[in-house]
């Protein structure tokens, strides 16, 4: 079992950074990869970045590719989402997910957070 806690949201304006952090309890974090998702209101929850076990391979949504990074200290049981350059279609609730593989489908991954939301404006 996994806990995850998301913190970092707030409202920003276009053009500005933002960086996300993702706090696991338990002592099996190093053994998840860890994604990031976004679902904006209306719309269907959608992949943004993930990153495997050891941080050694990372995947990025071509939306943000460029602009957001994705790291995890795994001494400190944390998965970060550095976002940069942001737009309002950024405009969503951001989740964290640990799961057993580095995948795009939300299915796949099997412990979620509650989510952050983030607020670009224009």
């Known amino acids: 079992q996994v806990h995850l806690v998301e913190s970092g949201g707030g409202l920003v304006q276009a053009g500005d950074s933002l960086r996300l952090s993702c706090a696991a309890s338990?002592?099996?974090?190093?053994?998840?990869?860890m994604g990031w998702f976004r679902q904006a209101p209306g719309k269907e929850r959608e992949f943004v970045a993930t990153i495997t076990r050891t941080g050694g391979t990372t995947a990025y949504a071509d939306s943000v590719k460029g602009r957001f990074t994705i790291s995890r200290d795994n001494a400190k049981n944390t998965v970060y989402l550095q976002m940069s350059s942001l737009k309002p279609e950024d405009t969503a609730v951001y989740y964290c997910a640990a799961g057993d593989i580095i995948t795009i489908r939300p299915a796949a991954y099997r412990y979620w957070g509650q989510g952050t939301q983030v607020t670009v404006s224009s």
């Open positions: 338990g002592r099996t974090f190093s053994s998840y990869a």
